[in-house]
T-cell receptor, first 114, second 118 residues
Framework: DAGVIQSPRHEVTEMGQEVTLRCKPI?????LFWYRQTMMRGLELLIY????????DSGMPEDRFSAKMPNASFSTLKIQPSEPRDSAVYFC????????????FGPGTRLLVL | AQTVTQSQPEMSVQEAETVTLSCTYD???????LFWYKQPPSRQMILVIR??????QNATENRFSVNFQKAAKSFSLKISDSQLGDAAMYFC???????????????FGKGTKLTVNP
């Protein structure tokens, strides 16, 4: 089975531009998570969905960040406008309804905002 | 709020030897899950091992085992017969059980960088 798929794998953009990160969870998984990894703050949850519904978005840093999950097989994380401090690795993870304690991670998107 | 502490920023081990990575956590919950994830230079997060807090038996996965001390809130990872491919960042993580009504999010420690010397 394919794992969690994220695109793009690398993104370089200029400050002020809109950035959209994409995630396809493992088929059949009901929960989807967006994490961000930085040197300063480590790995932290931004938002997670259960059955396509946002459950906990307390980690979303500010209004510039938004996330959607229009269906069970696709989610986006958008940053508009982007800032240099948004530079990080963004991970998407998913988990199965029956075993929601175990999350499987995608390869991550490395974002650099100049 | 739960916290996870990894007190060893870096560790090194000789190939074929055994190394133990430390992790402590703070929680008021009685039921939860603990994990060790490995992050090699590719940055992929790979699940190494998981432990349910209600289980007294320590989890084992091939060369990887944990020492789970619930009262002490300690969850260390032992890697036996270390291999060059074990070199990576290792993250300890905590997750509330659904029975606790808490968030499903993983709370991570800062990580331990493991170097394996040939």
């Amino acid at each position: 089975d394919a794992g969690v798929i994220q695109s793009p794998r690398h993104e370089v953009t200029e400050m002020g531009q809109e950035v959209t990160l994409r995630c396809k969870p493992i088929s059949g998984h009901n929960s989807l998570f967006w994490y961000r990894q930085t040197m300063m703050r480590g790995l932290e949850l931004l938002i997670y969905f259960n059955n396509n519904v946002p459950i906990d978005d307390s980690g979303m840093p500010e209004d510039r960040f938004s996330a959607k999950m229009p269906n069970a097989s696709f989610s986006t994380l958008k940053i508009q406008p982007s800032e240099p401090r948004d530079s990080a690795v963004y991970f998407c993870a998913s988990s199965l309804e029956q075993a929601r304690e175990t999350q499987y991670f995608g390869p991550g998107t490395r974002l650099l905002v100049l | 709020a739960q916290t996870v502490t990894q007190s060893q920023p870096e560790m090194s081990v000789q190939e074929a030897e055994t190394v133990t990575l430390s992790c402590t956590y703070d929680t008021s919950e009685s039921d939860y899950y603990l994990f060790w994830y490995k992050q090699p230079p590719s940055r992929q997060m790979i699940l190494v091992i998981r432990q349910e807090a209600y289980k007294q038996q320590n989890a084992t996965e091939n060369r990887f085992s944990v020492n789970f001390q619930k009262a002490a809130k300690s969850f260390s990872l032992k890697i036996s017969d270390s291999q060059l491919g074990d070199a990576a960042m290792y993250f300890c993580a905590y997750r509330s059980a659904l029975s606790q009504g808490g968030s499903e999010k993983l709370v991570f420690g800062k990580g331990t960088k493991l170097t394996v010397n040939p």
